[in-house]
């Protein structure tokens, strides 16, 4: 399996990357952010791949972090999610942003990327969430770890609800009540996370 690929760009476009390694040029397909990140061609570049070996193909696909990396193929896991709904996740978001929306359950977020209706954005949340949980707690995300297990939790999750319902997003209601004491009442949360919700407004 192709691991890696270390040498000069010499060709870019908004999806793929062309790079010369040992005097073949290596082509992988590259998501939106990777692709606005890659530098002038001509210069050396490093990229994390993943190999996906299908009968009919054998395609490269190229990312600048690790994370990212790890995250399409978490992504791509899912039954019905090809790469192509992949990398249009993770050129709509960071893979950072991406886990959060997840773990924070906020599947209408995620219909922001090309392809994905709400349907699908739900089957990813559930699927995943838990998934998404254990790979924070294993990275040391502590910020992601906090909002599954806020969302997780009976009265936290109670508060996201009330929250959501004042009209903030899933992902910033679950990330407000995820950094407070799960201990505390409800209405004691709601009322600690709109001050904070406030203050970032």
């Known amino acids: ?10 060709a870019k476009d908004l999806n793929s990357a062309v790079v010369e390694c040992g005097g073949v040029g290596m082509k992988c397909f590259v998501t939106g952010i990777t692709a606005a990140s890659l530098p002038a061609l001509g210069n050396e570049v490093f990229l994390y791949t993943f190999l996906s070996v299908r009968e009919d193909a054998l395609d490269l696909y190229g990312f600048l972090t690790a994370q990212e990396m ?12 090809g790469a192509k709904i992949g990398l249009a996740l993770l050129s709509q978001f960071q893979s950072d942003r991406l886990l959060l929306l997840i773990a924070g359950n906020d599947a209408k977020s995620l219909t922001a990327a090309t392809g994905v209706g ?5 089957r990813i949340v559930l699927e995943l969430k838990d998934k998404v949980g254990v790979m924070a707690k ?4 502590e910020e992601i770890a906090a909002v599954g297990n806020a969302v997780a939790a009976s009265n936290t999750g109670e508060a996201i609800e009330a ?15 995820g950094r ?14 709109l001050k904070s919700l406030s203050r970032r407004a």
């Open 1 to 10: 399996m192709i691991a890696s690929l270390h040498g000069k760009l010499i």
């Open 70 to 81: 790890e995250t399409f193929k978490l992504i791509t896991s899912v039954n019905g999610v």
């Open 118 to 122: 709400i349907k699908l954005a739900q």
């Open 138 to 141: 294993e990275q040391g995300m």
């Open 163 to 177: 929250l959501a319902s004042l009209g903030f997003s899933q992902s910033e209601a679950s990330l407000a009540v």
């Open 180 to 193: 407070l004491d799960p201990a505390l009442p409800t209405d004691q949360l709601i009322k600690l996370a």
